[in-house]
């Protein structure tokens, strides 16, 4: 191929390497896992995030393979129902009835470059037509930034844009049929969260505080889920607020029941190995 120089050639024999290390390590002091794998997966959580070489979910999360049914795009983004025929909407429907998947989490993370091409959508149009298509799947975002948020500028402003474009998203999910249904039936939750690549930080949206707030100090209650559908206990929806702000009169979440599941916050569905695993993981 053109343009193939000694420098491809050594990042393609570090890959191979690689490879090869796996097999002989990780793969061979694994290898009742992958036996196990090989019959059928049942991951319990799918993890929607941004395809930024930066973000690895399992790494963050610490979970091992077969923990984690995963779609990832440019700026986590998920099309409202029939407004694209993306595999999103299909990798989705297939976590939630063929693998019976009862947890979503929607991971935004800092310095995304998707959400800072959006503040500038219109200059994409001609160089990168593609990812300007892509992008006005979450215009949604980027008109209530641009008008609720004049006074920020710069990187607090792609912060902001980042939290925004989370809860567009959680809302999006919502208009999937099998979405609506389950969070109907109580047998579906969703959860936001923000990883900082620059500390390794993660942040839980709270739907009791309006907030992203560090997840391991609730550790001791049920989050309460994200939920906009009439069943829901969670009548009002505010926009993202710089953490540490606490709206008046806010109550703090009831203690979890005692059981063999996970009390961990919103993972009550799952044993608590695989809770502690992929929650824990994120500190």
């Known amino acids: 191929m053109g343009g193939w120089n000694s420098i491809n050639g050594d990042r393609m024999k570090r890959l191979i ?13 694994h290898r009742d896992l992958f036996e196990q794998l090989s019959h059928g997966q049942h991951p319990r959580i799918l993890f929607i995030c941004c395809s ?24 986590n983004i998920i099309p409202p129902y029939g407004a694209a025929n993306g595999g999103e909407g299909a990798a989705m429907e297939y976590a939630l009835v063929a693998l019976g998947i009862n947890q979503i989490i929607v991971c935004g993370h800092s310095h ?7 503040l500038k959508l219109n200059s994409l149009q001609e160089k990168m037509p593609l990812v300007y298509d892509w ?20 990187e607090e402003l792609v912060e902001i844009m980042v939290a925004e474009n989370i809860l567009t998203q959680l809302k999006n999910l919502q208009t999937y049929p ?15 969260w923000i990883y900082r690549i620059e500390s390794g930080q993660v942040l839980a949206y709270d739907g009791v505080l309006h907030d992203f707030v560090a ?6 209650y049920l989050e309460p889920e994200f939920n906009l559908h009439p069943n829901c206990p969670l009548t009002s929806y505010n926009s993202f607020k710089v953490p540490g ?19 961990l916050p919103g993972f009550s ?5 695989q809770a502690e695993r992929i929650y824990r993981g994120s500190r």
């Open 52 to 75: 930024d070489s930066r973000v690895d979910p399992n790494l963050i999360t610490q979970s091992e393979v077969g923990d984690l049914f995963v779609i990832r795009n440019a700026g």
């Open 17 to 29: 390497e690689g490879l090869q290390k796996f097999q002989e390590g990780y793969f061979s002091s």
């Open 112 to 118: 995304c470059g998707a959400m800072k091409g959006l």
């Open 245 to 263: 702000s606490q709206p008046p009169g806010a109550m703090p979440s009831p203690q979890p029941s005692q059981g063999k599941l996970s009390a």
């Open 215 to 220: 997840p391991q100090s609730r550790l001791s």
């Open 178 to 192: 099998a979405v609506h249904s389950l969070l109907h039936k109580g047998n579906l939750s969703l959860h936001g």
């Open 269 to 273: 569905h799952l044993p608590m190995e």
């Open 135 to 154: 992008l006005k799947h979450t215009e949604a975002t980027r008109r209530l930034v641009l008008d609720n948020y004049e006074h920020l500028e710069g």
